[in-house]
């Protein structure tokens, strides 16, 4: 299996929507959007988020196979930050080292742009997710109540970080 990963751009905007729908529709608790939400999201919307480069894509050969959303906030004393957002690989490729492979993408690409501090939420019922993060050298930082209501009700979230400094 011969992953690679890079920055999407425009051009990349069909398969990543239908990699997005994909993700959204596996795990729904996963995310914040819904997969009619995803769906009904514009291609021209799409192509325009994916033009600013904050958006990793892992492939296998030339098929989408992972993504990861980065956000940067826009104040100087915020850009050592960025959040790590919609992080998603197919599962057949889960435990294949996919994964790790998207995540130090994403390291190096923050560390090129002068971040030093990955920042990422999940939900707390997401114990695979959580116990990946950790191995990564992700810290919990706290817990956030009622970060989204589902089906079941309000569901909390668990914040936490990673600085690359060290």
Request: glycine fraction near 10%; hydrophobic fraction near 45%; charged fraction near 25%.
């Amino acid at each position: 299996m011969a992953l690679s990963t890079r920055v999407l751009t425009a051009d990349d905007a069909p398969a990543w929507k239908g990699l997005r729908v994909e993700a959204v529709e596996a795990y729904p608790s996963a995310f914040l959007a819904s997969a009619e939400e995803a769906r009904a999201m514009p291609l021209e919307t799409v192509a325009q988020m994916l033009a600013q480069g904050m958006t990793l894509g892992l492939f296998e050969a030339a098929e989408l196979v992972g993504m990861a959303g980065l956000r940067r906030l826009p104040f100087a004393r915020a850009a050592h930050r960025v959040e790590i957002g919609g992080f998603y690989i197919r599962p057949r490729l889960h435990g294949q080292g996919a994964a790790e492979r998207l995540m130090q993408a994403i390291v190096d690409h923050a560390m090129a742009l002068g971040v030093w501090q990955l920042e990422l939420c999940v939900a707390e019922q997401n114990a695979r997710a959580i116990r990946f993060y950790e191995r990564r050298g992700f810290v919990r930082q706290g817990r956030m109540p009622n970060t989204v209501v589902g089906p079941d009700g309000p569901e909390t979230d668990l914040f936490y970080t990673r600085d690359l400094r060290g």
